[in-house]
């Protein structure tokens, strides 16, 4: 599409988009959370996304509105020889959806979590928890567990010839990919901490734990797609130390005689050491809103 919009070609804005997604219900396997080796207790999620039933529910929750994020939006460029990954915050009116009639044969079943978003007894600025969201458009985050101690009481590096702080390692589960019942593969988050936070210069690890594929391009140098906040959200792609393998969770398909798992992802991401607060952004590939047509 970036090639057509560099000779001329932009797609209709006066086109209202009518019944897309086909009207589907989700179909989300139940998680068992695992548990702390060090409290011998259940991990605390410290992020739940909400679980929309069906895909007509997330047009609800972002179509025909107003937008109140700073989510990296395309900007159009003036001219062709501009580089079309430049972004700005999103700040206008989100895309127009009209609900098709058969809409009425979706039932609601709503999945009742115990909160969304950041757990309750996080404060906002906490300085010692980075804070998660994916809620905006094409945005998928469905839990996030920290499977290591918050910075502040990671031990330093006791040898000489160890010189970097052992990563702050999370688990992160995706929400089934829209316009499937089932599958796991397109992942979109944000990370932020606020100036006095501890994450200046801090490493951490992500560990995306539910995907359907086997196989993956990650194992093979593709990396992930990255936008913060003190490069304008443009896109790159980044992160190091790649591995792509078997999960520890297990499907809901999984039997005793044929036990199966998810595929995990995981990556390291080191955060700007000079920059005192950060919003980045991480990705599948480089994210192509409704929005942004």
């Known amino acids: 599409m970036d090639a057509d919009m560099i000779f001329g070609w932009r797609p209709n804005p006066d086109i209202v988009i009518s019944g897309a997604p086909i009207p589907l219900n989700y179909n989300y396997e139940h998680v068992t959370i695992p548990v702390d080796p060090l409290t011998a207790k259940d991990f605390i999620p410290l992020y739940l996304g909400a679980r929309q039933p069906n895909s007509l529910e997330v047009h609800r929750q972002f179509g025909n509105k107003a937008s109140n994020t700073?989510?990296?939006?395309?900007?159009?460029?003036?001219?062709?020889?501009?580089?079309?990954?430049?972004?700005?915050p999103q700040t206008s009116i989100s895309y127009p959806f009209k609900f098709p009639?058969?809409?009425?044969?979706?039932?609601?079943?709503?999945?009742?979590r115990e909160f969304t978003g950041m757990h309750p007894t996080i404060d906002y600025e906490n300085k010692y928890e980075l804070r998660f969201d994916s809620h905006f458009e094409s945005g998928n985050l469905d839990m996030v567990l920290r499977k290591s101690p918050r910075p502040d009481l990671v031990e330093a590096p006791t040898s000489p010839t160890v010189k970097k702080q052992r990563p702050v390692e999370y688990d992160l589960y995706m929400r089934v990919d829209t316009n499937t019942r089932g599958h796991h593969q397109w992942f979109y988050f944000s990370t932020e901490f606020y100036e006095g936070s501890v994450?200046?210069?801090?490493?951490?690890?992500?560990?995306?734990?539910?995907f359907t594929k086997k196989a993956s391009l990650y194992a093979y140098g593709m990396r992930v797609a990255i936008s913060k906040k003190?490069?304008?959200y443009a896109w790159t792609k980044g992160g190091e130390n790649f591995t792509y393998g078997t999960s520890h969770v297990k499907r809901n398909c999984s039997?005793?005689?044929?036990?199966?798992?998810?595929?995990?992802l995981s990556f390291e991401?080191?955060?700007d050491a000079n920059q005192p607060e950060e919003k980045v952004y991480f990705a599948y590939c480089f994210?192509?809103?409704f929005s942004k047509l």
Do not use: H
Request: hydrophobic share 25%; proline share 8%.
């Open 70 to 88: 700073d989510c990296p939006q395309r900007c159009k460029p003036k001219q062709a020889s501009e580089k079309l990954n430049a972004l700005e």
């Open 230 to 232: 003190s490069n304008n």
């Open 199 to 210: 994450f200046p210069g801090q490493t951490i690890k992500i560990n995306v734990v539910n």
């Open 269 to 271: 991401y080191t955060f």
């Open 287 to 289: 994210p192509y809103t």
């Open 255 to 264: 039997t005793k005689e044929r036990p199966m798992f998810y595929s995990k």
């Open 101 to 112: 009639n058969r809409a009425q044969i979706l039932k609601r079943q709503e999945s009742m």
